[in-house]
């Protein structure tokens, strides 16, 4: 299973981004996707995630109002649309497949919860 995210660049303060990632070696349709993110010097961070259904969705506070996952399954991609970037949003963007497919009402907001992990995509405001 490989995770590819790609999106992520140097952008201004109130820009926006959208971030992809592309999953290959499994079909996603059944298991819960994220975002997670760390910036220099801090540990990694919950984002976002979406239900394997689409239809449900969990944010951190810090990207509430401002960001939106979405997925595709038929495409194999999850994405992350992010708006009015602020320069506490820099750092590198992990997108990230649940270990266990379903997972019922359960958000998964635990890294720990997740199995594959993609490369990672900068992601850097300037003011």
């Known amino acids: 299973v490989q995770l590819q995210a790609s999106g992520g660049g140097l952008v201004q303060t109130g820009g926006s981004l959208r971030l992809a990632c592309a999953i290959s070696?499994?079909?996603?349709?059944?298991?819960?996707l994220g975002w997670f993110r760390q910036a220099p010097g801090k540990e990694r961070e919950f984002v976002a995630t979406?239900?394997?259904?689409?239809?449900?969705?969990s944010y951190a506070d810090s990207a509430k109002g401002r960001f939106t996952i979405s997925r595709v399954n038929a495409k194999n991609s999850v994405y992350l649309q992010m708006n009015s970037l602020q320069p506490e949003d820099t750092a590198d963007y992990y997108c990230?497949?649940?270990?266990?497919?379903?997972?019922?009402?359960?958000?998964?907001?635990?890294?720990?919860?997740?199995?594959?992990w993609g490369q990672g995509t900068q992601v850097t405001l300037s003011s």
């Open positions: 070696g499994r079909s996603v349709s059944m298991y819960s």
């Open positions: 990230a497949l649940a270990k266990n497919p379903f997972g019922g009402s359960i958000y998964h907001t635990l890294g720990s919860q997740y199995a594959y």
């Open positions: 979406i239900m394997w259904d689409g239809g449900r969705t």
